[in-house]
T-cell receptor, first 112, second 114 residues
């Protein structure tokens, strides 16, 4: 009954590559989020979207962009991957009420 | 913007002991405070949450308390078991920012020894 699916569990990319991380939810949620998780830093918000084609910057948007062409899909794009973007990336979604997030399983990205 | 601090960063207890994790937040307008548990290699999962109109909420062995005046909230786990070992994250949300955006603490690694 997986409800938020991230397309890749592990990725290894080279410096300078354009990287796409995909997230799909099947709960008809309006809000979707991308966080990165680093030891000692917790979860930091990169971007979020509250509707199709709508996006808002989070706390650490530099070097990232996002796309939401359909309600169920939210993509995170690393325009030119750098080694400091090596991290665990977590996608989450929630509806309009305060029901908490449902997280995806995460994508561990390594940039070499 | 909101800032959430979480302590301790690591916590080791013996099975059967209680564990307490504390968080403070900076934005007095925040009114929703969830706690997430992340087991090794797994996704964070919501275990309990509290809204600002209540001071305490319990669910079996876990409870959360909220002190709005002091701007802090705590997670209490009683009769800890080895399966409680995980990283726990607190979070806060200000409804005025819209979109149910959560600001997370830095996490507490709880280790319960048999």
């Amino acid at each position: 009954d997986v409800k938020v699916t991230q397309s890749s569990r592990y990725l290894v990319k080279r410096t300078g590559e354009k990287v796409f991380l995909e997230c799909v939810q099947d709960m008809d949620h309006e809000n979707m989020f991308w966080y990165r998780q680093d030891p000692g830093l917790g979860l930091r918000l990169i971007y979020f979207s509250y509707d199709v084609k709508m996006k808002e910057k989070g706390d650490i948007p530099e070097g990232y962009s996002v796309s939401r062409e359909k309600k169920e899909r939210f993509s995170l794009i690393l325009e030119s991957a750098s080694t400091n973007q090596t991290s665990m990336y977590l996608c989450a979604s929630t509806g309009t009420g305060y029901d908490g997030y449902t997280f995806g399983s995460g994508t561990r990205l390594t940039v070499v | 913007g909101e800032n959430v601090e979480q302590h301790p960063s690591t916590l080791s207890v013996q099975e059967g002991d209680s564990a307490v994790i504390k968080c403070t937040y900076s934005d007095s307008a925040s009114n929703y405070f969830p706690w997430y548990k992340q087991e090794l290699g797994k996704r964070p999962q919501l275990i309990i949450d509290i809204r600002s109109n209540v001071g305490e909420k319990k669910d079996q062995r876990i409870a959360v308390t909220l002190n709005k005046t002091a701007k802090h909230f705590s997670l209490h786990i009683t009769e800890t078991q080895p399966e409680d070992s995980a990283v726990y994250f607190c979070a806060a949300s200000n409804p005025n920012t819209g979109f149910q955006k959560l600001v997370f603490g830095t996490g507490t690694r709880l280790l319960v020894s048999p």
